[in-house]
């Protein structure tokens, strides 16, 4: 299908670890978000993209986060020296229009557990 | 800053009866945007209806209607005649202001049984 696609689908990670979770959005969409979902919560807004450029990076939790999105198509949310905290899914959200105006098209989540 | 609530954090209904879910929401701008989204136990959000704060007209899709009053801050979803498949996470969301960040209710759990 032409969906967004996340990789990988569940991750752990020792405490201190790095890692890196992969969005692939839809062919064309201009924006692109990404989310965090803790057990029982709603998503928590993290960082938004236009193309390549992030112009809104105000809910990345701490300096340890870092997304990228290069090329304006595939993006990636890397996280240094993971914590338990850290442990959520990870959901990338793309869009056809510019900003959060429009209806986004969610990924299936990459599931985070720091051990 | 924006918020919105969803205060129904689970509800239970038996299958056909009426169901309606509350969002009510908080914002300084007079444009603004309201969505509904739908989770369910598979895990993806799936986008159900957008509005924007100038279309106050109440809107109906089969068996889902949407009541937005911008008097009273809420955009409120009923579903008529539920079914064990409408059984899911439901989700307000609001973006104003810059238009980039998206904010997200806590979330509606709907049981129905049948």
């Known amino acids: 299908g032409a969906g967004v696609s996340q990789s990988p689908r569940y991750k752990v990670a020792k405490r201190g670890q790095d890692v890196a979770l992969r969005c692939d959005p839809i062919s064309g969409h201009v924006s692109l978000f990404w989310y965090q979902q803790a057990l029982g919560q709603g998503p928590e807004f993290l960082t938004y993209f236009q193309n390549e450029a992030q112009l809104d990076k105000s809910g990345l939790p701490s300096d340890r986060f870092f997304a990228e999105r290069p090329e304006g198509s595939v993006s990636t949310l890397k996280i240094q020296r993971t914590q338990q905290e850290d442990s959520a899914v990870y959901l990338c959200a793309s869009s056809l229009g510019d900003r959060g105006r429009y209806e986004q098209y969610f990924g299936p989540g990459t599931r985070l557990t720091v051990t | 800053a924006q918020k919105v609530t969803q205060a129904q954090t689970e509800i239970s209904v038996v299958e056909k009866e009426d169901v309606t879910l509350d969002c009510v929401y908080e914002t300084r701008d007079t444009t603004y945007y309201l969505f509904w989204y739908k989770q369910p136990p598979s895990g993806e959000l799936v986008f159900l209806i957008r509005?924007?704060?100038?279309?106050?007209q109440n809107e109906i899709s089969g068996r889902y209607s949407w009541n937005f009053q911008k008097s009273t801050s809420s955009f409120n979803f009923t579903i008529t005649a539920s079914q064990v498949v409408d059984s899911a996470v439901y989700f307000c969301?609001?973006?104003?202001?810059?238009?980039?960040?998206?904010?997200f209710g806590i979330g509606t759990k709907l049981q129905v049984i049948p």
């Open positions: 969301a609001l973006v104003s202001g810059g238009y980039q960040k998206v904010t």
């Open positions: 509005r924007n704060s100038f279309d106050e």
